[in-house]
């Protein structure tokens, strides 16, 4: 019996390569580079989209590209090195929820998990502010999305100062420097995560204000949608201006060489699922994943085994 009779007959890429037609601009424009002074609305447009692509050829190059990123997922899986953070934030009605099921639509549920933080509970204010999202961190060779995460902790505590006031930190840690404190936590706890095998990418999904409240009405009108909303929602929203403020501030100072920000583009979701698909497909493409190799008397084990089955009914 040859030797290479176990030689998987497939090669470790994709057989289903992402369109790249036209594609690699599709990431650079979003990319937040380490620098001060982002403004959010002069430098980013949410209702941007790629001049040359449909809403039709943008479908099918997602269906494509979603196939793909499953192949990924599963060389993520055997080699069983690196891990996947996606954190996603956003403002109300930017569409988080719908890029993670479309996105990660063809990904098997057993590599993948999804944690969704809402307010935290008393067992979790009984801990510091980045514990609750450290015991969801992703396996080795899994994808770890963060629907909301620790950001929040840099973004609701400041335009609402009432709720650090209920942090149950000591009176003398909430001072001016707070926040700065904040940003290099998270830029250091990012970059352990880095140090030992976790990518962490990061999508903030830029929602402008009009398309907002266009999405906002369809949850009232359609009966439905009338569970996504909720009166909070409207009064969230009249603090728009403070929110894009923090924001700006958390890019300045949390995107980083080892973990970036994107900001996407979200009043047109077929162009947001298929960026952010793009991006994560990028990201798992340069870690050069391949299955693992078995040593020679692994191989031998193998072939008798082989031959075993064969020799028997």
């Known amino acids: 019996m ?9 090669t ?8 790249i037609e036209q594609l690699d601009d599709l990431i650079s424009p979003f990319l937040v580079t380490p620098r001060p002074g982002i403004n959010l609305a002069k430098d980013y447009d949410p209702s941007f989209k790629a001049s040359h692509l449909k809403k039709s050829k943008a479908k099918a190059q997602l269906k494509a ?14 080699q069983n090195t690196h891990s996947l953070l996606i954190i996603f934030q956003a403002m109300d009605a930017a569409g988080k929820d719908s890029t993670i099921k479309h996105v990660m639509s063809g990904i098997n549920p057993q590599g993948c998990q999804v944690y969704s933080f809402k307010a935290p509970s008393a067992t979790e204010l009984d801990h510091d502010y980045l514990w609750r999202c450290s015991k969801a961190l992703p396996e080795r060779g899994r994808i770890g999305i963060f629907n909301r995460s620790h950001y929040e902790e840099i973004l609701i505590t400041r335009v609402h100062p009432e709720v650090m006031e209920q942090r149950q930190l000591p009176p003398h840690l909430i001072d001016e420097q707070i926040w700065e404190r904040r940003f290099e936590e998270i830029n250091n706890f990012e970059k352990y995560l880095v140090n030992n095998g976790t990518i962490v ?13 266009e999405r906002f009405l369809e949850r009232i009108d359609r009966p439905e949608k009338n569970w996504k909303f909720s009166i909070n929602d409207a009064k969230e929203r009249a603090r728009w201006d403070d929110y894009m403020t923090v924001y700006e501030d958390m890019f300045n100072h949390t995107s980083t060489e080892w973990a970036p920000w994107y900001i996407i583009p979200a009043d047109r979701k077929w162009f947001t699922r298929l960026v952010v698909a793009r991006i994560i497909y990028t990201k798992l493409e340069e870690l050069n994943l ?5 040593s020679k008397e692994k191989h031998r084990e193998l072939l008798k085994a082989k031959a075993i089955l064969e020799s028997n009914e």
């Open 65 to 78: 590209g979603i196939k793909s990123l499953a192949k990924y997922q599963y060389l993520l899986y055997a």
């Open 12 to 19: 470790d890429s994709p057989s289903h390569p992402f369109p």
């Open 290 to 294: 391949h299955y693992p190799k078995i």
């Open 2 to 10: 040859p030797t290479n009779a176990l030689n998987h007959s497939h």
């Open 201 to 213: 990418l990061k999508f903030f999904l830029n929602v402008s204000k009009e398309e907002q409240k």
